[in-house]
């Protein structure tokens, strides 16, 4: 490995690696409600990367978490800065990922990733899905744990995404998802119902 490929990380890599774990377990917790990483000194831009994204990979990753990365993401400078600042392995076949970095070219076909098993649920892949924006899409409705009434979303999707979002929940098994943008993430756990607004565009 080159180590002019090498970005630096967290400044502060436990406290700034607690505050985004904390972040994304918010995020989990209260779904559709968009959390900010701005708290955690958020490493460098790693080109390719949102800060989000890359925080969340130095807070989630490890040797134990097995990563899929979308073609736009596997790049020799991504795949280097996460091999060494996380350990993760990566791997070319989706059912062996524990997390999978997305971008919004890949939504349309979530084939492939392990859903867990009604024993062992919490097996299943999460995915991080890079957006330019949590904000511009069509308005969805998300009810279910974690809201009080219902929440609504304006992610910048295709329809596509939730068809396959759809046919990939049998909860408790199921799939995790954390969308990026920014500094930004929010958090659309498994066990979230999601409704088209009436009318939407």
């Known amino acids: ?120 649920p919490d097996q299943s892949c999460t995915l991080l899905i890079q957006l330019p924006s949590l904000q511009g899409g069509r308005q969805v409705a998300l009810r279910g744990p974690g809201i009080e009434t219902r929440n609504h979303v304006s992610l910048p999707l295709q329809e596509a995404f939730w068809e396959e979002r759809e046919a990939h929940n049998d909860f408790p098994r199921g799939i995790d998802v954390f969308f990026l943008a920014g500094s930004e993430l929010m958090g659309l756990p498994r066990s979230t119902q999601v409704a088209f607004k009436k009318g939407g565009a």
């Open 1 to 120: 490995m080159s180590a002019t490929l090498l970005q630096p990380a967290f400044a502060d890599p436990v406290l700034d690696a607690q505050r985004s774990f904390r972040a994304a377990l918010k995020a989990l917790a209260g779904p559709g409600v968009t959390q900010s990483l701005l708290s955690a000194q958020t490493p460098p831009h790693l080109e390719g990367l949102a800060s989000a994204s890359h925080a969340l990979c130095l807070a989630l990753l490890d040797i134990d978490t097995p990563l899929w990365l979308a073609p736009r993401f596997d790049t020799q400078a991504i795949r280097a800065n996460l091999t060494f600042h996380c350990g993760c392995p990566i791997v070319s076949d989706r059912q062996n990922a524990r997390f999978a970095l997305l971008d919004d070219s890949q939504l349309h076909d979530l084939s492939g990733f392990d859903l867990g098993n009604d024993r062992y």
